[in-house]
């Protein structure tokens, strides 16, 4: 499995812009199957999810260790409704909330018709 890890050395955040960029090259190019995130950025989270319920490429997302917040569980959430090519999603040692957890897994149930 082809994979990226995504650090910015100096801030440890990407600008909004590099993180579009990253995730169309990975559409694009299809330079990765796997991602694992090291940076701490509210709108960063927002972007990659935005541009992953698109996504046809990556099928392994990594957020261990990335301390999300209720509201970055909820964006992750609405990724995951639309998002049919990801296979895998880490995220431990986040310490995730009940109403977190209720949300991913209310997310990943079949859809019934």
């Known amino acids: 499995m082809k994979s990226a890890v995504l650090m910015d050395k100096f801030s440890n955040k990407l600008k909004n812009e590099e993180a579009e960029i990253i995730v169309w090259l990975f559409e694009c190019m299809k330079v990765a199957t796997a991602l694992k995130l090291f940076w701490k950025n509210y709108e960063n989270t927002k972007t990659i999810c935005e541009m992953l319920k698109q ?6 997302l990594d957020f261990y260790y990335y301390t999300l917040e209720s509201e970055e569980i909820n964006i992750i959430g609405e990724m995951l409704k639309t998002n049919r090519t990801l296979t895998e999603l880490e995220l431990s040692n986040n310490n995730i909330s009940t109403e977190g957890i209720k949300v991913i897994c209310e997310t990943l149930q079949p859809i019934k018709q």
Do not use: A, E, G
């Open 55 to 60: 996504n046809r490429t990556i099928k392994s």
